[in-house]
Structures are given as structure tokens and as C-alpha cells.
């Protein structure tokens, strides 16, 4: 089944500031957040894309940017890198819609009785004039699924793709994919131009990493097509779980 790649958008100023930025226009990239979606695009480049989704927020199309301009691995040895499809834009990867509390530094929002229930029972919460974290949870994961099957449709088993979104939103999608309910999702760190892989399969998602934020993505590409695999890795790359954990990446 496809590689869902999920990657938050680098560090903004509002992350800075300690504001809950939201759906607020205008929020960019800092020097450091530029610095890291370099990075992470460059971790990417050994990682052939087929396809690439973002959410329609500056500090993600900037993420974006950054990804689709570093080539992908050659063809074949000794050519130039494949390059990267051009990100196209949906919302339901966008941020969740924060209503009222948009905007304020959060250390005014932490003093909100609203804060504690956002700790502790996400599934009750409605931000005032916004969103439930359980609508982004709904959302992010229908976009995933649906965009996973026309991955698959058009490019087969082994096709890569990307995600760009943030952090609550990948949280939220990756608590589902880890079978945990919505209220736990706050065990899970998200952090800035992190990589957090997902397969999702017919009877499973695979949570293959979280907050990854250095080292060598190369195992997230497919192997070559004539290489025969093992009956353990062909289970690996199923829905099956390999029993006692399987040798891992080859």
C-alpha cells in the first residue's frame, strides 16, 4: 500500500511569539523555519514523490515550496534528479479553526478553563466560534484515505506521497492511525519540519515514525521492482503484522 509522508510546516514567528496563530493570514516561515524546510526537503530528496498536498496556509505552502524545488532520486544512475510534483492545495489539511482563542499568545489561553478539557478530553472540545478537534480528526483522515487510494490507483503499491499540514492535525490523524482515541492525542509531538510516516493498509494502518527531525529517509523508498522479496517483508508490506517484529528495513 502508499507511504503517506506527513510533514509539519517549519517554525513561524507565531511559533515564536507563543501565538495560537490558527487561520490567521500573513503568518510566514522564519529564518530558522526556512532553514528547516530546506532540510527536511533535502532528507526527502533520496525519496521518490508522486504526489504532493499541502494545506492552504502560508507557513505550509512555503514548506511545500521548499520540498517541490529539491529533485528527486534519478531515474536511472548518472541522470539529473526526477523532479518533484507541484503541491496542490487542499483544506481539510489546513489548520483547526481555533474561533475566539485565534490569535492570542497561549500563555492567556493556558489561564482558559477551556485549556484543561483541551488536555485532557479533546473529543468534548469546541473551540468558541471555531472547530471540535473531532470534525479536524474526521476531516484529516478522510483526506488522507481518499487521497491514499487515487495514490494507489495511479501509481500502485509502492508510491510515496506527502503531506504538508500541522501540528494538531497530524496529531490528530496519527492518534487514529495508532488506534488511540482522540483524547490522548496530546501524548504525541509534533514538532516543527518533523516527518511522521503512515501506510495505511486494508486491514491496518502501520505507524512507521513520529516527529522524526534528522536522519536518513532513504527506507521510505520503494524497493527496485526486480528485486524478489522475502514472504516476511512481502507480509511487512501488507496488512499483516510480522510476528516478533521482522528484520525491518532492507
Partial sequence: MPTLVLIRHGRTTANVSGTLAGWTPGVHLDERGQEQALAVATRLAVVPVVRLVTSPLERCLETAAAIAAVPGPPPKAGRPGSPRPQPVVDERWGECRYGDWTGKPLATLAKDPLWRVVQSHASAVTFPGGESLRAVQAR????????????????????????VSHGDVIKALLADALGMHLDEFQRIVVDP??????????????????????????????????????????????????????????
Avoid at 484529516?140 to 503531506?163: F, I, S, T, Y
Avoid at 503512515?198 to 529517509?217: A, H, M
Fill in 140 to 163: 484529516a483522515v478522510d483526506a488522507a484515505r481518499e487521497a491514499n487510494a487515487e495514490v494507489r490507483a495511479e501509481h500502485g503499491d509502492n508510491a510515496v506521497w506527502v503531506a
Fill in 193 to 250: 519540519a518533523s516527518v511522521s510516516v503512515v501506510r495505511y493498509t486494508e486491514l491496518r494502518p502501520f505507524v512507521l515514525r513520529v516527529n522524526d527531525t534528522g536522519g536518513d529517509l532513504a527506507a521510505l523508498a520503494p524497493p527496485p521492482a526486480r528485486r524478489r522479496r522475502s514472504k516476511a517483508a512481502s507480509a511487512a508490506a501488507g496488512s499483516d503484522a510480522v510476528v516478533g517484529g521482522g528484520a525491518g528495513a532492507t
